[in-house]
């Protein structure tokens, strides 16, 4: 009967520590690490909210930092936009009687409807329907602005060869010459009470708002003028 004592005894001094032991508060640099999470989760759904789909991910806090207690609240701040890269680093810091601060790297992959080419190009093709699709891409991991509608870009000529499924950005793309070399054009010269029109030709490729030599053919006078439609170019007066 003794010995059943001492045993039922010692199982309760068990049961109590065991349960002490599962009551105690988390270590502060895993309730530190689910602060980070939480900031995290609020900061990334307003993002989410415009109809994005995001993944991230939080890099390790090193288990030796011995880090007091912050006894004001943890301030969290990225070193970049969530937009700029899906690299980055947060700045935890405790501006408490006893400061502190550590960065961790965060990845955060943001994805969003982009357009991409449906397969090979080469340099110089005319874009068209049939060479682009809008995908879902990783929106974050290019420091380029890119697209999401093909209209944006339809007709748009590329500066070199490119692989199937290429985010299209602005530095691959030229404007499509509206004048060629040779061609024939009208030179319009205007102010707000005058306008002249005149027969030239054009001496070099053009886009649309660029400047280029003409020959006036009455004159034979070359001047600068600027493109303003398919066969037309404008001076001022």
Known sequence: MKF???ALGFISFLLVFS??????????????????QN??????KNITAKGFRITYEIGSIDPRLQLNTCKADVKFKP???FFESKHNTLLVSCVGAKPWKIYVPISVEIYGPQVVTSRPLARGTRLNASDLRVDEVIINQSRYPAF???DDIIGMKLKRNVKA???VTPSIL????????????LIVAKNRSIRIEMKGEALRNGVHGQQIPVKNLKSKRIIKAQ????????VPL
């Open 165 to 167: 499924d290429r985010i």
């Open 4 to 6: 059943n004592s001492l």
């Open 79 to 81: 070193s970049r936009s």
């Open 39 to 44: 900031y995290l989760d609020v900061e990334l």
């Open 227 to 234: 493109v303003l439609s398919q066969g037309m170019v404008t």
């Open 174 to 185: 030229v404007a499509p010459s509206i004048i060629n070399k040779g061609d024939e054009v």
């Open 148 to 150: 999401t509608k093909l």
């Open 19 to 36: 349960a002490q032991l599962h009551s105690a508060p988390l270590p502060y640099m895993e309730r530190l690490t689910a602060e980070l």
